[in-house]
């Protein structure tokens, strides 16, 4: 089945502690991206990429790094969390990132205390 | 750079009524245009989208949205929902990069 997979899916953790959310697309996508989604605010992006070894900033990227070292994984690290990054992250992935829908994963929902 | 607007955060609805979710882009060049929706609990799923041709374009669960080129605008309706379309509906945008308007939260009364 084509699908994007996020781990975990609730993670609770305390300020300051390095973590990392996995995301990985069956479907030989060369576009992912990270969002965090915040009651009124929307989506924001926070990188995304456009290919292997490909990344770029998105509005929202401090306190957030991301890799790209194989086309199917595209994890999210928090290297040094803090309250105000707790939020529900999406990762998502298409085709070709022009002309292609997103592919969203079921998300991760971060609580950082 | 892009923006994405929505004219409302939240929408009430009976059932039957007819519904119109609005969505104004800012962004100068070509776009491609999606509407997703979000059901509660549950990750963004695509509704419908527009590339180019036609500007009425079909989505699922009897969905549509018009593509307004002169008014940067790309409005979802529905001629008649129902209480499973309960949901938050996103606008987004391709021109450089996917953008996401804020969302409008659709409450449908039984």
């Known amino acids: 089945e084509a699908q994007v997979t996020q781990n975990p899916r609730y993670l609770i953790t305390v300020t300051g502690k390095k973590l990392t959310v996995t995301c990985s697309q069956n479907?030989?996508?060369?576009?992912m991206s990270w969002y965090r989604q915040d009651p009124g605010l929307g989506l924001r992006q926070i990188y995304y990429?456009?290919?292997?070894?490909?990344?770029d900033k998105g509005d929202v990227p401090e306190g957030y790094k991301v890799s790209r070292k194989e086309k199917r994984n595209f994890p999210l690290i928090l290297e040094s969390p803090s309250p105000n990054q707790t939020s529900l992250y999406f990762c998502?992935?298409?085709?070709?990132?022009?002309?292609?829908?997103?592919?969203f994963g079921n998300g991760t929902r971060l609580t950082v205390t | 750079a892009q923006s994405v607007s929505q004219h409302n955060h939240h929408v009430i609805l009976s059932e039957a009524a007819s519904l119109e979710l609005g969505c104004n882009y800012s962004y100068g060049g070509t776009v491609n245009l999606f509407w997703y929706v979000q059901y509660p609990g549950q990750h963004l799923q695509l509704l419908l989208k527009?590339?180019?041709?036609?500007?009425l374009v079909k989505g699922i669960k009897g969905f549509e949205a018009e593509f307004i080129k002169s008014k940067f605008s790309f409005n979802l309706r529905k001629p008649s929902v129902q209480w499973s379309d309960t949901a938050e509906y996103f606008c987004a945008v391709y021109g450089q990069n996917f953008v996401f308007g804020p969302g409008t939260r659709l409450s449908v009364l039984p």
């Open positions: 527009y590339f180019s041709g036609d500007p």
């Open positions: 479907m030989n996508h060369e576009y």
């Open positions: 998502a992935s298409s085709l070709r990132g022009v002309a292609s829908p997103l592919h």
């Open positions: 990429s456009m290919n292997v070894e490909v990344t």
